[in-house]
């Protein structure tokens, strides 16, 4: 009789009996998963859909997207016709390079530093550190050290060298690195090998997922920066990707872009080419994360482990 009113059960993956309830938790959680897929998949697709359609029809489209509004290749056309985005690209691409190794290497340095048992003042020093986490010396300041003393300005050192070490990219590297056996450290040593060949040879090795974690964090913050171009350089040759994006998008320059449309076509035709740069300029970074994706939660709670 007790089976008998038993709750019914089903059988799910790997011979286990789920009950009704779990079963319609599963369905509902399932859909809410789907919605929320469709809103934050939505706008990208918006944009990827508006930048390849005809600009008069897009103008006169509304509702929901469902897809093109006359397939055409015009504003990528234009928008690679446009020499800023080119340099931009460059631009980027140099700052995204220089940048993400020198940040690897001072992150990794001063990790290694302060992860040591035996080091003396880390604690001090880990506290300083912190510290600049959440009070700075302020804009004015930071134009002053960089542009007027370290004579930095209007150059891309400018946007790499004050920001070469993230202080929570730091901690979370010294985590990972205190996490190391010290018994393989004092094997390495015992073996003649000095702190630089520990680090280089035993540590990053050992290391792999969360450097790969910190070489997704400063490369898409290189990749996505545009305030400290905009505050540093001057010449439009050096300016990166980002900062003529913010130009096309919020000063709204695409005139010289829209070519020999006509007047009544050249808002039309700024809209998709607006459209067309955030893709250009989105892409290549979105890219990148499938590569880094299955290193990222790994590397992540590495630094969620240990204080």
């Keep these: 009789m007790a089976e008998a009113a038993a709750t019914p059960a089903v059988k799910g993956a790997g011979g286990l009996r789920k009950s009704k309830g779990e079963l319609l938790f599963q369905m509902v959680n399932t859909l809410f998963m789907l919605l929320m897929v469709i809103i934050t998949l939505y706008p990208f697709l918006y944009v990827a859909f508006s930048s390849v359609s005809e600009s008069r029809q897009l103008m006169s489209h509304t509702g929901l997207l469902l897809g093109s509004k006359g397939f055409t290749w015009t504003a990528y056309k234009m928008v690679f016709k446009n020499p800023n985005i080119i340099s931009g690209y460059l631009n980027t691409i140099l700052i995204v390079g220089i940048g ?10 001063g990790a290694y530093v302060l992860s040591r048992k035996g080091v003396p003042w880390t604690r001090p020093i880990m506290l300083l550190i912190i510290f600049t986490m959440f009070f700075s010396g302020g804009l004015i300041p930071s134009y002053l050290l960089v542009n007027n003393w370290l004579h930095l300005g209007n150059t891309l050192l400018a946007v790499i060298i004050p920001g070469m070490i993230s202080t929570w990219n730091l901690i979370i590297l010294r985590t990972s690195f205190a996490s190391i056996p010290e018994g393989l450290i004092e094997s ?40 400290g171009a905009m505050i540093y350089l001057r010449e439009r040759s050096l300016f990166p990707l980002q900062l003529i994006l913010r130009e096309i998008l919020i000063q709204n320059s695409t005139t010289y872009m829209s070519g020999n449309a006509a007047t009544e076509d050249v808002e039309a035709v700024s809209e998709s080419i607006k459209y067309a740069t955030i893709i250009v300029s989105t892409l290549p970074i979105l890219m990148v994360y499938p590569f880094l994706q299955k290193y990222f939660v790994k590397g992540v709670m590495v630094g969620s482990v240990k204080g």
């Design 100 to 109: 993400t190794t020198v940040n690897l290497l001072m992150t990794s340095l």
């Design 188 to 227: 390495a040593r015992i073996d003649g090998a000095e702190d630089f060949t520990i680090l280089f040879r035993v540590v990053l090795p050992l290391s792999l997922p969360v450097m790969a974690v910190m070489v997704l964090f400063y490369a898409v913050g290189h990749w996505n920066a545009w305030f």
